[in-house]
């Protein structure tokens, strides 16, 4: 085995001599320079989502935003409040989308909503076994009727514009969770895609001045499935973008760490912190997160997944959104074949879908809107 690089020369960013720990928003920013964020706790994400619209969405699409938010959480309550299996996907699919329609106003992909259409239909073929043999036919917006909100929520997300028409095959879609990943490889007898990164360390260098990350995952975790570096490099797309140096024991755990570092450092001009939202917007793409009530209270994960399936890979909310549209469309139209899929191979795995799913994504959501972490209020 050739012998690794050893790590680029440089040093630990800090702001006010306090080490920068990973998020999807670092920093904000004042009239003067740069600040560190900190976790915002709450129990009731949906008063941060209502704030966060009141004060980002465009005048122009203020109201109707607003409005969107109030029947979300109308819908959410109505899902999680059920008891029933099969009444839950329904009304909890609506409340995904009013969320969906009030982000992308607020981020202002569009200012009305007022002719959009779901932009996603569910496809069986003839003969065709519900769940393992269903896709999703996905258009581009604005379509030939008015906008369509599958794209524009991707869009919102950051996803890269869907150009043509597109199908994403369900099946492919269900390993992209993340609560339930077990579960979903018991039940597909496959192996565990979501590697827990340990820690994610931002480095840079005084001269020249340039900026990093690394990603660090335990080798444990990779050696108890049988995961080799090139693979695991290969099936997350960092293959190009990072390289393996050499391991280290690591900071947070004590074990030993396999050492991933960006291959081109991101340049920087004035302070390292102007540019850190930057170098972490080229990596959000590659990471998928889950909202816990106890610290670190966000854990990130590193997704590995054949190199056939990678053009199904969707933004994480966006995966989410789809599986719910895919229940709720089945439950509304042929709720016979929603209770075979219960009852079949992957009927566990969409109970656990609809237990943690529904705060899950109203947390990840609420951290979109207000742009920093988001965390369940630790009970005392």
Known sequence: M???AKPRAGSPVTIKSRPIAFSYWPTYRTNRRYGLHSHVYASNPWALIHISTRDRCPPVARDEALSSLEQ??????????????????????????????????TQG????????????SEQLPPGGKELQDASLEVHPSPGNRGPNLFADFGAALGASPIATKTSYQVP?????????????CDAAGADERFFAIDSIPFNHSATPKQLWATFRILEDDLDRVGKTRKELLKETRLK??????????????????????????MPYSGRTADKLAALVATLRPYIWSTVTSIRPFRRYYLYASPVAEHASLLPQALSIYAIAY???????????????????SFGEFIQEFLTSQPSQFVYLMASDFAKRDVARAPLV
């Not at 959480?73 to 609506?94: I, M």
């Not at 492919?172 to 979903?184: D, E, F």
């Not at 024991?249 to 030993?256: A, P, Q, W």
């Open 326 to 344: 895919y229940l709720g469309s089945i439950t509304r139209y042929r709720p016979q074949h929603f209770a075979r899929i219960l009852a079949g």
């Open 172 to 184: 492919l879609l269900l390993p992209q969770i993340v609560p339930g990943h077990r579960i979903w």
């Open 240 to 265: 190009g973008a990072f390289r393996e140096i050499e391991g280290c024991d690591d900071n947070v755990s004590g074990k030993f760490a396999v050492q991933l570092e960006q291959i081109a450092p």
């Open 2 to 4: 050739p012998k690794l």
């Open 72 to 105: 979300a959480e109308f819908f959410y309550r109505s899902a999680v409040g059920v008891r029933e299996w099969a009444a839950k996907p329904l009304p909890l699919y609506y409340s995904f989308m009013n969320l969906a329609k009030a982000f992308a106003l």
């Open 109 to 120: 992909v569009r200012t009305t909503f007022d002719r959009a259409q779901h932009g996603v």
